[in-house]
């Protein structure tokens, strides 16, 4: 059996020999991984699989396996969002996209590793340790959703569910070479997932092509009444795979080319961009002068959320609980303990941005502040179809090189927080590669236009090869 | 700028508790960050309207039916913590 198959491959491989034959092959692989990108390996798979086999189920993805980021609940999985605060903690329901991939009858290979509750670009933050790039060992998957980029890169799974709340799927996915999906705000439920900063972030797919990300959009998109957000699109994700762009009107915003742009990764986006218009689709350059202000607003209002948010997290009812004599002492220790530096540090700067005099200073400018990129992207999307842009100003770096430095790190995700503050739907592909690392290409839509982005990174890939490439490390 | 006494009181509204060596940690990692928070101070906002929320979704609501909820055991399942059907914890003060 191939290591890297598509979920066509797949489906072909379960008719030939069984889901159980398939899933036994997956978890071989899991075995051998030098990742580190499973917190979690299900030792259900195999009996979810037989069961599979046994009742002839007929579902979109009947004994497909799958990976899925560790903040997303599923029964009877430890869900521990790469912390200690949640070590133990077993979730008593399944997340809205669970019981729809278990629905369409998906096999649960185990929980992906992550910054500790999605905090982070880099997945180094996690209780669990670091997840390695598969390209290079010695270097970050990117994140936070970098276990779920790093198990799909190298072979540990078809595809995978990742949460991405200022790039944490796009980010991964250009660290990684492989495709990864931030779909329109409010087109998946967020029921079951963790919430970090809740007003930012969606679920979304990460796979090696364009349509295994469609295929698992059509399982896990759609209404549901449990989470107020939630919209019904009714986009087929699937029959908006055509290979044909003629027509298309591209913006490239000259505002994500910015200073510290590494040149091969400017050079390999703009020549993806000459590839479009080969393909019959024009182009323009486009202004979208509030983007430099993004960042900032971005982590205002997310770490805002997060000091709201994780207050939840106290040793009262579940996970890591600290000994102390009094209840005050007691959550005070539990979270002093329980969360990791970073975590830590948003939760207080999102207090201090919260706390009396200093609310209208940092959250409610952070807020106006969002409505005008949001406007940038109205009136940038207005003129045009799509937008194009790097996913990462630069290629993966080392584990390690930036940890210390946590502005440094937020500087990374500038190309893509933008997109959560707008709530549109945004995917990277991969685009080319400097030093044998992959380059990740940032296509971004109207949103609930899903369709016209999904077409555009599927004719993309139809006519290049960047997306067959695999990481030599764990071959 | 953040000073040591500021962090130790964001410390005690987060209920995160915070040694002497890590005041100073903090307040060193707040303030390069919040340096750069600064920025927005150059863009004029006083007619813009605040966006907390992307979704045009309005005053999502259901019918006031009661519906099952999770049986007492599973609630209690996650913690050794627990007395008589009750988390316990110690005593406040």
Redesign the interface.
């Known amino acids: 059996m191939a290591k890297w198959m598509s979920v066509a491959q797949v489906k072909e491989k379960i008719k030939e020999s069984s889901a159980e034959e398939v899933t036994a092959r997956y978890l071989e692989v899991i075995g051998k991984s030098k990742t580190n990108g499973y917190v979690t390996v299900s030792d259900k798979a195999l009996e979810q699989a037989k069961k599979i086999d046994a009742e002839g189920h007929e579902g979109p993805l009947a004994g497909v396996p799958i990976a899925i980021k560790d903040n997303i609940s599923v029964v009877g999985l430890p869900n521990s969002c790469g912390s200690k605060i949640l070590e133990?903690?077993?979730p008593?329901?399944n997340a809205h996209v669970i019981e729809k991939l278990l629905a369409a009858g998906a096999v649960i290979l185990g929980k992906t590793n992550m910054d500790e509750f999605a905090m982070g670009s880099s997945t180094e933050t996690s209780y669990f340790g670091p997840t390695a790039n598969p390209w290079d060992l010695e270097r970050v998957p990117g994140g936070s959703s970098g276990g779920s980029a790093a198990v799909v890169a190298a072979g540990e799974a078809p595809f995978a569910l990742g949460s991405d709340t200022g790039g944490s799927v796009r980010c991964p996915a250009a660290f990684c070479g492989v495709v990864g999906l931030k779909p329109t705000?409010?087109a998946v439920s967020r029921y079951g997932v963790v919430a970090y900063a809740n007003?930012l972030e969606q679920v979304g797919p990460l796979a090696n092509n364009v349509e295994d990300i469609a295929v698992l959009m059509d399982v896990i998109a759609g209404y549901d009444?449990r989470d107020?957000?939630s919209?019904d699109s009714k986009t087929e994700y699937q029959k908006a795979l055509v290979n044909d762009v003629q027509g298309l009107k591209i913006g490239v915003p000259k505002e994500f080319f910015g200073e510290g742009i590494h040149p091969d990764v400017e050079k390999a986006v703009r020549g993806a961009i000459h590839k479009y218009e080969s393909l019959g689709a024009t182009w323009e350059e486009v202004s979208m002068p509030?983007i430099k202000?993004a960042l900032?607003?971005y982590?205002?209002i997310a770490m805002s959320e997060a000091?709201s948010n994780l207050?939840r997290f106290?040793g009262?009812?579940?996970?890591f609980?600290a000994n102390?004599?009094?209840?005050?002492?007691?959550?005070?220790?539990t979270?002093?303990e329980g969360?990791g530096t970073e975590v830590?540090?948003r939760?207080?700067?999102g207090?201090?941005a919260l706390?009396a005099g200093y609310h209208d200073k940092?959250y409610?400018?952070?807020?106006?502040?969002?409505?005008?990129v949001?406007q940038d992207f109205d009136k940038a999307l207005s003129k045009v179809d799509l937008l194009m842009a790097p996913t990462m100003p630069n290629p993966a770096f080392k584990i390690g090189e930036k940890i210390e430095d946590?502005?440094t790190l937020?500087l990374s995700d500038v190309n893509t927080c933008p997109i959560n503050?707008?709530?549109v739907p945004s995917i990277s592909v991969p685009c080319g590669f400097t030093d044998g690392l992959p380059i990740g290409l940032q296509i971004m839509g109207k949103?609930f236009d899903e369709s016209t982005v999904l077409r555009a990174a599927y004719t993309f890939e139809q006519n290049t090869d960047h997306h067959t490439k695999r990481p030599p490390e764990v071959e | 700028m953040?000073t040591k006494e500021?962090?130790e009181h964001?410390?005690w509204?987060?209920?995160?508790?915070?040694n002497e060596q890590e005041t100073v940690e903090?307040m060193e990692?707040?303030n390069?960050?919040?340096e750069?928070?600064g920025?927005?101070?150059e863009?004029p906002?006083e007619d813009?309207?605040?966006?907390?929320?992307?979704?045009?979704?309005y005053n999502?609501f259901?019918e006031d039916v009661a519906e099952e909820c999770?049986p007492q055991e599973?609630?209690l399942?996650?913690?050794e913590?627990k007395q008589d059907g009750a988390?316990r914890?110690?005593?406040?003060?």
């Open positions: 133990g903690y077993v008593p329901f705000y409010g007003s009444r107020s957000t919209i509030n202000y900032a607003s982590y205002i000091s207050a106290d009262t009812r579940y996970g609980r102390a004599e009094n209840w005050h002492a007691m959550v005070s220790k979270r002093a969360f830590k540090r939760i207080l700067l207090t201090y706390s940092y409610l400018k952070a807020l106006k502040v969002r409505t005008l949001k946590p502005l937020y503050l707008a709530g949103p | 953040i500021d962090v964001i410390g509204l987060a209920r995160i508790e915070i903090y990692k707040l390069s960050v919040l750069y928070f920025q927005l101070d863009l906002t813009v309207a605040p966006t907390y929320h992307v979704a045009e979704v999502v259901r999770l599973v609630v399942a996650n913690t913590h988390f914890v110690p005593k406040i003060g």
